[in-house]
């Protein structure tokens, strides 16, 4: 299992950006993909961006061409860079990975969330 810490949210104009970041500590040995979630205010979660450990990337269709996920080189920590934020992006985004070296090991770890607020 891996245990993650996210970083960076905070309060922003509309237009502007923003980056998270996601700190990843723990075996990562056998850790196949990150991602973010976000859940608005008195909405589901739902899925932001996602990575696997090749470098594939998937995006929500709001977010995509203003949102971009990455990490670095140990994949220790993950990024997701958010540009020409919108009023609609307030919401706590949470990180989390998921791996296993076996079916029975399979895991997903969640951090704690970090809120972003975008004032139009």
């Known amino acids: 299992q891996v245990q993650l810490a996210e970083s960076g949210g905070g309060l922003v104009q509309a237009g502007t950006s923003l980056r998270l970041s996601c700190a990843v500590s723990?075996?990562?040995?056998?850790?196949?993909?990150m991602g973010w979630y976000r859940q608005p205010p008195g909405k589901e979660r739902e899925l932001v961006a996602s990575?696997?450990?090749?470098?594939?990337?998937n995006y929500a269709d709001s977010v995509k061409g203003r949102f971009t996920i990455s990490t670095d080189n140990t994949k220790t920590t993950a990024y997701l860079q958010m540009n020409s934020l919108k009023p609609e992006d307030t919401a706590d985004y949470y990180c989390?990975?998921?791996?296993?070296?076996?079916?029975?090991?399979?895991?997903?770890?969640w951090g704690q969330g970090t809120q972003v607020t975008v004032s139009s």
């Open positions: 989390t990975a998921a791996g296993g070296c076996t079916v029975e090991q399979f895991y997903r770890s």
């Open positions: 723990g075996n990562i040995i056998c850790m196949s993909d």
């Open positions: 990575i696997t450990t090749r470098g594939r990337t």
